[in-house]
């Protein structure tokens, strides 16, 4: 495959990346290593472009350092693409596992028109989705009406959607999964394919559990409102683009 792979990695987690290489090196695919941020190793303090006050009102809970580190180390990889100038790029979570017919498919996605600067190639959810466009190997995409739909582990992104997300997703006041979907916030045009192209390879997460920075239900007030709000965006946004 002539797109390139780059693949999310923490230091502290080679089994994930020697596991990954290998799965990749099955279908031919050579996957380049982008040094995740470790933000569980970083004070407070130190969690730079982090507006926390924001993503305490808008998300309902306390950041955590794993979430932050997840953020930072997905533009890093953007980052990447935009230094190099590719036309495309595949962004992958370590965790992520590949369909066999995965190359195909995403090659294809390179040939969409109008082209999508994002296509996500694996959700926890696709509930209401719209078709908009179909692969000329015979994948459906679209947009979902419902959301979010989780899961930032594997997406195409091109070159334009990396400068997009660079510019316009800092700081950060939102989980990168949560902030990547917004596309009528941030201005790159997401789709998403209706079957995924990806599976996960572990179901253990490296970020850490939610339940204990979450807020009391009296104080989500702000949350819900924005949550709303966001849902209506989305689904005008998925019906008429």
């Given at each position: 495959?002539?797109?390139?792979?780059?693949?999310?990695?923490?230091?502290?987690?080679?089994?994930?990346?020697?596991?990954?290489?290998?799965?990749?090196?099955?279908?031919?695919?050579?996957?380049?290593?982008?040094?995740?941020?470790?933000?569980?190793?970083?004070?407070?303090?130190?969690?730079?472009e982090l507006d926390v006050r924001k993503f305490q009102l808008w998300h309902g809970r306390r950041?955590?350092?794993?979430?932050?580190?997840?953020?930072?180390?997905?533009?890093?990889?953007?980052?990447?693409?935009?230094?190099?100038?590719?036309?495309?790029?595949?962004i992958l979570e370590d965790d992520a596992d590949f369909l066999p017919d995965f190359a195909a498919?995403?090659?294809?996605?390179?040939?969409?028109?109008?082209?999508?600067?994002?296509?996500?190639?694996?959700?926890?959810?696709?509930?209401?989705?719209?078709?908009?466009?179909?692969?000329?190997?015979?994948?459906?995409?679209?947009?979902?009406?419902?959301?979010?739909?989780?899961?930032?582990?594997?997406?195409?992104?091109?070159?334009?959607?990396?400068?997009?997300?660079?510019?316009?997703?800092?700081?950060?006041?939102l989980p990168f999964d949560i902030a990547l979907e917004r596309d009528w916030a941030h201005g790159?045009?997401?789709?998403?394919?209706?079957?995924?192209?990806?599976?996960?390879?572990?179901?253990?997460?490296?970020?850490?559990?939610?339940?204990?920075?979450?807020?009391?239900?009296?104080?989500?007030?702000?949350?819900?409102?924005?949550?709303?709000?966001?849902?209506?965006?989305?689904?005008?946004?998925?019906?008429?683009?």
């Open positions: 495959m002539d797109i390139p792979v780059l693949v999310i990695n923490l230091d502290r987690s080679p089994d994930r990346w020697d596991g990954l290489s290998a799965r990749a090196a099955e279908l031919r695919i050579v996957p380049e290593r982008v040094a995740a941020m470790d933000g569980n190793a970083l004070q407070p303090h130190e969690r730079k950041p955590m350092g794993g979430e932050y580190g997840c953020y930072m180390s997905h533009l890093r990889a953007l980052r990447r693409v935009a230094e190099a100038e590719w036309p495309f790029a595949v498919r995403v090659e294809a996605c390179t040939r969409l028109s109008p082209q999508p600067d994002i296509v996500k190639l694996y959700n926890h959810r696709t509930k209401g989705f719209i078709h908009k466009v179909r692969t000329d190997v015979g994948d459906s995409v679209g947009r979902c009406i419902h959301g979010p739909m989780g899961s930032s582990m594997g997406y195409l992104v091109s070159l334009e959607g990396a400068r997009k997300l660079l510019a316009r997703t800092l700081p950060m006041f790159a045009r997401v789709y998403v394919t209706q079957i995924p192209l990806l599976k996960p390879a572990s179901r253990t997460s490296t970020i850490g559990g939610y339940s204990k920075t979450k807020f009391p239900f009296y104080m989500r007030l702000p949350t819900a409102l924005f949550r709303g709000q966001d849902y209506i965006r989305r689904a005008l946004y998925a019906a008429f683009n």
